[in-house]
C-alpha cells in the first residue's frame, strides 16, 4: 500500500507500482515568494488549477507553490490539506473505465481565511503586502461574489462590512478588499484578480462586488479616494475574464473502491462538519477548457505552457457564449428537464438512450451550430463532438438531471434565447423553423406540472419562480381536455425568462402544440420526442 504522505522523490517505485504519476520538484525547495494565492480549496481546483502549477513547478516555470485561501469551510483545511501535507491525487476517469492517477504537490500551504483564524488571516495579509504576489484565482461559486437580495438591495451583512471598514469584515468579499487595501498601504503594488467561477462575464461581476465595497468605505470616510483610483486603474489592479470547462463533481464511491484495489491507502472520502465531501483525491474528466484574458499588470506564470488559453477579453466572450448558448449548456437543460419527467438519475445513463442521445445532436449540432459564433481558439464542432461521445457518457463523472434542472427559468432566455435571437438576426433563416428547441421550452412547461410521465408526482428541483408559475399548470389532468394557449399563455410571453415573447416571433404556437401532446396521457413525453424526432431529425 501507498500512502499520500509518503516520499515520492525516494519511494518512487511504491506510486508507480500504484499506477500513479508524482512530480520531480520537491515543494519544500520551491522558496520564492508566493506569485499565486487561490480562493476556494474544493474539487475544481484540486482537479485544475493545482494541476496547472504542477505542471510549471515540474518544468521550473514556477518558483513557488499555490496558496489555497479556504473561506467557506475550515474542516476542508484540517481533513484533507493538512492531514495529507497539501498534496493532491487527481484521478481522471475516462468513460472506457480507465483512470489516470497523478500526484500533486503545487500547494505550498493552505489555510482558512477567517477573522476566527488569527493565524490564516494574518499570513495572507502579509502575503498580499509582498510585491511579488502576481494574481489571486477563485472558484468559490457564483453565490460567493453576490452582495445583493433578489430586489437588487445590499444585503445586511455586506451593509454592517460597508458601516465598519476593512479592519473587521465578515463577507469574502469584503475580506478580499480588506487584503487590497493592505496591498494599497504597502505600495500601491500591481495585481491580478482573476474569478474562475463558471459563469458568464465572472470578472466584471468580481469587480463589481469589490469596488462596491470599497466606494462605500470611501464614501463612509475609511478609505482614502486614491484607493479607489487604484482599484479602477486597470495598469494597476485587472480584473480578467475567463471560461472555465471541466466537470469536477464530489468525490466519488466507484473511484475510492477502485484506489483502494489499487493499492492507495488514503482512499476514504470525508464528509466535514460544513457539509463538503472531499478527499486526498479528486475525480474529474478528462476534456477540459480554460480560456483567459491575458491582462496581468504584475505579470503572470507561465499559464500558456499548463494548457490555458491566453487571448483577448473579446475572444473569452465568445468562447463562453459557445459554450453557454450552443455546446453544453443547452443540451445539459434539455437532458435535464427530459431526464426528470422520464425517470432517469444519472446523465450518462440517459445518454445512452437512442432518443435522449439523439435530441441533444439536434438541439447542439442541427439548431445551434450553424449560428454560433466561432470563438477560433476552441472549435465548436469538436467541443459538442467531446460533450456527446466522451463527457456525458462517463459512468464516473456522477452527474443527474435533477441536479441541472435547478433554477431553470434563469437560464433559458441565455442557453435558448440567444440561438432564438441568431435565427431572428439572419434573413435567411425563421425561428419557425426550429423544432427541437420549442419541444425542450414545452418540456420545461410540462415539467413544471410537478408529475411525471407515468402521472406520478415529483418533486421540482429548486427554482426561484415555482410558487408563480407552478398555480398556471397545476389544475391540468393528464388525458383531459385543456385549453392549453390559457393556461401557458403568461408564461410563452414572458421575455424575462424566455429572453422573447415567444408568440411574437412566432414560436409560441408551435410550443402550445408539444404541450398539447405532452399532456395527452401517460407516456405522451416519450411518444412526443419519439413522433419528433421520426419528423424532423437530421442524421449527424
Known amino acids: 500500500m501507498v500512502e499520500i504522505t509518503d516520499n515520492y522523490l525516494t519511494n518512487k517505485k511504491e506510486f508507480t507500482d500504484a499506477g500513479i504519476k508524482v512530480p520531480n520538484y520537491d515543494i519544500k525547495a520551491k522558496t520564492g515568494a508566493t506569485r499565486w494565492v487561490h480562493f476556494g480549496g474544493g474539487n475544481l481546483f484540486r482537479a485544475f488549477h493545482a494541476a496547472i502549477a504542477n505542471q510549471l513547478l515540474d518544468s521550473g516555470d514556477l518558483d513557488s507553490g499555490i496558496v489555497v485561501a479556504e473561506t467557506h469551510d475550515k474542516g476542508v483545511v484540517d481533513d484533507v490539506y493538512r492531514k495529507f501535507n497539501n498534496r493532491i491525487l487527481r484521478v481522471i476517469t475516462h468513460e472506457d473505465g480507465q483512470f489516470e492517477k497523478e500526484l500533486f504537490a503545487s500547494v505550498s500551504d493552505a489555510l482558512f481565511f477567517d477573522q476566527s483564524n488569527p493565524d490564516g488571516w494574518k499570513k495572507l495579509f502579509k502575503i498580499f503586502e509582498n510585491p511579488a504576489l502576481q494574481l489571486a484565482t477563485f472558484s468559490i461559486t457564483e453565490k460567493g461574489y453576490n452582495l445583493w437580495d433578489s430586489q437588487g438591495n445590499l444585503l445586511p451583512m455586506i451593509k454592517d462590512d460597508i458601516k465598519n471598514g476593512p479592519k473587521a469584515p465578515k463577507n469574502n468579499m469584503a475580506s478580499l478588499t480588506a487584503l487590497m487595501f493592505a496591498r494599497f498601504e504597502a505600495g500601491k503594488y500591481p495585481m491580478a484578480l482573476l474569478s474562475t467561477d463558471n459563469f458568464s462575464q465572472n470578472g466584471e461581476k468580481l469587480e463589481k462586488s469589490v469596488l462596491t465595497i470599497a466606494e462605500g468605505w470611501a464614501e463612509n470616510g475609511l478609505v482614502p479616494s ?188 441565455v442557453r435558448y434565447g440567444v440561438t432564438i435571437q441568431h435565427y431572428i438576426d439572419d434573413p435567411n433563416r425563421d425561428p419557425k423553423d426550429l423544432h427541437f428547441i420549442p419541444l425542450v421550452l414545452a418540456t420545461w412547461c410540462r415539467y413544471l406540472m410537478a408529475v411525471d410521465d407515468q402521472g406520478k408526482p415529483f418533486e421540482p428541483s429548486p427554482d426561484p419562480l415555482l410558487a408563480e408559475l407552478q398555480p398556471k399548470v397545476s389544475d391540468i389532468k393528464l388525458g383531459e381536455k385543456t385549453d392549453v394557449h390559457a393556461h401557458l399563455k403568461d408564461i ?21 402544440n408539444y404541450f398539447a401532446q405532452q399532456i395527452s396521457g401517460t407516456g405522451a413525453v416519450r411518444k412526443t420526442l419519439e413522433d419528433t424526432l421520426s419528423k424532423y431529425a437530421q442524421n449527424v
Not at 285 to 311: C, M, Q, S, W
Not at 493 to 509: Q, R, T, V
Open 226 to 413: 486614491e484607493f479607489i483610483d487604484y482599484l479602477k486603474d486597470d495598469k494597476a489592479v485587472s480584473f480578467p475574464l475567463s471560461m472555465i470547462d471541466r466537470i469536477t463533481p464530489n468525490p466519488s464511491e466507484a473511484v475510492s473502491e477502485k484506489l483502494k484495489e489499487d493499492g492507495f491507502d488514503d482512499y476514504k472520502i470525508y464528509h466535514t462538519p460544513g457539509h463538503t465531501n472531499i478527499a486526498a483525491f479528486t475525480n474529474t474528466e478528462e476534456v477540459h477548457y480554460l480560456v483567459v484574458e491575458d491582462d496581468f499588470p504584475n505579470g503572470r506564470p507561465a499559464l500558456d505552457k499548463a494548457g490555458v488559453i491566453l487571448t483577448d477579453r473579446d475572444t473569452v466572450n465568445d468562447a463562453d457564449e459557445m459554450k453557454v448558448t450552443t455546446c453544453l449548456n443547452p443540451l445539459h437543460t434539455a437532458l435535464a428537464v427530459n431526464g426528470s419527467l422520464l425517470g432517469f438519475n444519472s446523465i450518462a445513463k440517459e445518454v445512452s438512450d437512442k432518443d435522449m442521445l439523439n435530441l441533444i445532436k439536434q438541439i447542439g449540432y442541427v439548431e445551434g451550430l450553424p449560428v454560433v459564433k466561432d470563438p477560433k481558439v476552441i472549435n465548436p464542432k469538436t467541443f459538442i463532438d467531446q460533450l456527446v461521445n466522451k463527457r456525458l457518457p462517463n459512468p464516473y463523472i456522477p452527474d443527474m438531471p435533477q441536479r441541472i434542472a435547478s433554477d431553470t427559468s434563469q437560464k433559458l432566455s
Open 492 to 512: 410563452l410571453a414572458n421575455k424575462s425568462i424566455f429572453g422573447h415573447d415567444l408568440y411574437a416571433i412566432g414560436m409560441g404556437e408551435t410550443v402550445e
